[in-house]
């Protein structure tokens, strides 16, 4: 085989390695530094969603507070971002006041109020 009948296997490689591989390795290198900077006090939203405050860490382990008084052990790779603010303060803007959680818009008929849609 010559080297031009390479070329196109060569360019398939190079580019699979910058599509594919580099983006995954950046990304859990990314975690990686996540879940070592957990620490105490950390409002947390984990990748189902569940948003807590870490009240304690043991090696691949975090304790999350998710409600006043309800602690659940999770795996700290299962934590997908540290959340800026207090819970349930101005960053959480579906919380009222009162502490009830708004409907997101939506009328008790379901729908969202808006006229002329079809």
Same mark, same amino acid.
């Given at each position: 085989?010559? $080297?031009?009948? $390479?070329?196109?296997?060569? /360019? %398939? +490689?190079?580019?699979?390695?910058?599509? *594919? *591989?580099?983006? &995954?390795?950046? =990304? =859990?290198?990314? &975690? +990686? +530094?996540?879940?070592?900077? $957990?620490?105490?006090? &950390?409002? *947390?939203?984990?990748? /189902?969603?569940?948003?807590?405050?870490?009240?304690?860490?043991?090696?691949?382990?975090?304790?999350?507070?998710?409600?006043?008084?309800?602690? *659940?052990?999770?795996?700290?790779?299962?934590?997908? &971002?540290?959340?800026?603010?207090?819970?349930?303060?101005? /960053?959480?803007?579906?919380?009222?006041?009162?502490?009830? %959680?708004?409907?997101?818009? $939506? #009328?008790?008929?379901?729908? #969202?109020?808006?006229?002329? =849609?079809?």
């Amino acid at each position: 085989m010559t $080297l031009v009948e $390479l070329l196109p296997f060569a /360019a %398939i +490689a190079v580019a699979f390695w910058l599509l *594919i *591989i580099r983006p &995954q390795s950046t =990304r =859990r290198k990314a &975690q +990686a +530094a996540l879940v070592a900077s $957990l620490a105490p006090g &950390q409002h *947390i939203m984990t990748t /189902a969603g569940v948003f807590g405050t870490v009240v304690g860490v043991e090696g691949d382990r975090v304790h999350v507070e998710v409600a006043p008084g309800v602690v *659940i052990e999770m795996l700290a790779l299962a934590v997908a &971002q540290v959340v800026a603010g207090e819970p349930g303060g101005a /960053a959480d803007p579906e919380v009222a006041a009162d502490g009830a %959680i708004g409907d997101g818009g $939506l #009328s008790s008929d379901g729908d #969202s109020g808006e006229a002329g =849609r079809g």
